[in-house]
């Protein structure tokens, strides 16, 4: 009953599509190839029950119920929809800064996945060329807007951090851990995927890392002398960087979406068990409905992106932990969470193709267009960004790269290959939390520098102790012994 309820009340929202109902006139395009990015979000999504909406005689009043609860409970993420509002008001009645940081941040979470679902909605009616053209410029929407409200407040390392950070984590951590768990999962299992797709974004992912090798690697001739050249023509090869850059990802949509698109389309298997997941041929709702609600949600992520740009220093300082550990680790974890999570989904399906479609694909999209296009919006806004990433973060993005493409150089996967990237991604986290690479300092709360504190201290009053004990048998009690150590025990 509660099914035959849900297609019903699926087949009212949407109407007549060719005489109005919603749809301003626009024609359902059937049988479009659906993305990685598509599918992994898909894997977050569940049937709404639409039995007790399906009652209400009013039929404008059922329709509009019946868009609310596929847009607010479509979602396995609903239950941080509250995040939003309680953001608004923490905003408002000025709670503390670091709770307005981490609402803001959870509530960025199912926004994101919600994003990506309108857009596949609006792919329904558009077509696949302007819906992949639509999802490649909102696929990675939070990160772009987020770039944007840092740029126009001045926070030119905080843009810089978050890519980075975006880069890395869906390289390193949401592959690697996919890759492991997955492993895990169909340990007794031949796991495979198709390198061709795979192929080509690590060969962008390189050409944007050499971009940045090239700044740096420039930076380092003008400062040591190696040749006379004044440092001002670091933004122009930037900028020129960047034109390079966004020609590479404009080339890289033409040959997904028109020449090779056979390569990135994934086909979802039959024989899914689990019930409560959509696999969606039809769209649940009408295209102005999906259009009004992805400006709306848009609006919503940058009065959120706004509030944590605005009080990421608050968190920093609130929280003990450094800017930049902030920006390049918990900002990509907590904003790409819904992403992340339908990647692993799909790993322990063992559908490898559509994983790392979402993890290379994203990666590729942060790379090669939000980095350059942020460049560019700085150009135009008159602030002075270039693509020089200091020696930690750019060091860290080419391991990144390189590491990933051996890992995916044969075609198979297991849990070890999988292992590797996400203990790269520990150990680049452990390095971002004990140094602040935008102020230069260390993070004395660090467990490690504590117990190296600890053992220091112990072995200086070690010493101290023998040298008191030498002195006493010669020459009495030595005082300036006892001084020493009383020394040592305030400095520590």
């Given at each position: ?76 993420l609903?239950v941080?929809?509250?995040?939003v ?15 307005l ?8 979470t ?21 819906g ?32 980075v ?14 890759l ?22 690590t ?38 960087c ?14 997904q ?111 090669m267009?939000v980095?350059?296009?942020?460049v ?17 973060e ?35 986290g ?10 230069g ?13 600890l ?7 070690h ?30």
């Open positions: 009953m509660a099914s035959r309820c849900y297609e019903a009340a699926r087949i009212m929202e949407v109407g007549n599509l060719k005489g109005g109902g919603g749809g301003l006139g626009k024609e359902v395009h059937h049988g479009h190839g659906r993305t990685a990015h598509n599918m992994s979000s898909s894997s977050l999504r569940k049937k709404s029950d639409l039995s007790l909406v399906s009652k209400v005689r009013c039929s404008p009043l059922r329709a509009l119920l019946a868009n609310l609860q596929e847009i607010f409970l479509g979602t396995k609903f941080l929809f509250p995040a509002p309680l953001a608004i008001v923490a905003n408002y009645y000025h709670f503390g800064r670091a709770w940081f981490a609402l803001s941040l959870l509530g960025l199912p926004l994101a996945e919600r994003v990506s679902f309108l857009t596949e909605q609006i792919a329904f009616y558009t077509g696949p060329t302007v992949g053209l639509l999802n490649a410029t909102c696929g990675n929407a939070t990160e772009l807007i987020i770039a944007l409200f840092a740029l126009h407040q001045g926070k030119i390392d905080v843009v810089k951090c978050s890519l950070g975006s880069v890395l984590s869906n390289l390193l951590l949401v592959l690697g851990s996919s492991f768990l997955g492993g895990l999962a169909n340990l007794h299992k031949e796991q495979l995927y198709d390198r061709k797709q795979a192929d080509v974004n060969g962008l992912l390189l050409l944007g890392a050499l971009c940045h090798i090239l700044l740096l690697m420039f930076r380092y001739a003008v400062n040591t002398g190696e040749q006379a050249v004044d440092a001002a023509p670091t933004l122009a090869l930037s900028r020129a960047s034109m390079i850059m966004l020609l590479a990802y404009v080339a890289y949509l033409f040959f979406l028109k020449t090779h698109r056979q390569l990135f389309e994934s086909q979802e298997e039959d024989g899914d068990d689990d019930d409560d997941v959509v696999s969606e041929d039809e769209p649940v709702i009408g295209f102005a409905s999906a259009l009004l609600w992805l400006v709306g949600m848009t609006a919503v992520i940058a009065l959120l992106s706004e509030y944590v740009v605005g009080t990421i220093e608050a968190a920093s300082d609130s929280w003990g932990i450094s800017v930049s550990f902030i920006s390049i680790i918990l900002l990509p974890i907590v904003g790409n969470a819904a992403e992340h999570a339908g990647a692993i989904i799909f790993a322990f399906k063992n559908k490898l193709d559509i994983t790392l479609g979402v993890s290379l694909g994203s990666a590729t999209q942060i790379s267009f980095v350059p296009l942020s560019i919006v700085a150009w135009i806004m008159g602030i002075k960004m270039d693509l020089d990433l200091k020696l930690l750019t060091s860290s993005l080419i391991m990144a790269i390189l590491v990933i493409a051996f890992t995916l150089q044969d075609g198979t996967s297991h849990y070890l290959k999988g292992l590797v990237p996400l203990l790269c991604y520990l150990a680049i452990a390095c971002f939390f004990v140094f602040d690479s935008q102020t300092e260390y993070n004395s709360f660090y467990p490690l520098f504590l117990l190296h504190n053992a220091s201290l112990h072995q200086k009053m010493v101290d102790s023998d040298l008191n004990g030498i002195t006493d048998q010669n020459n009495g009690i030595d005082a300036g012994g006892l001084t020493t150590t009383a020394a040592v025990t305030k400095a520590y």
